[in-house]
């Protein structure tokens, strides 16, 4: 993954750790992301003042977000 650089949590799961990281992974820009946290219900945390959010959660948001339109536009 190029532009990221992952933490790793006591499980071993990859996280993205900043929200330049997490912008950058979803293509967006930070305020996008910040909305998207505020107003989308986006799987991140504060952690000691820095935004962590971690990729598994990120593919099954997207996923569910897919899903939801797809239940609105049938």
Known sequence: MVGTELCMDPASRPELCGLKQIATYLGKSENSV???IREEDFPAVKIGGEWTSDMQEITRWRRQRIRRRHE???
């Open 72 to 74: 609105v536009m049938d």
């Open 34 to 36: 910040r909305r998207l």
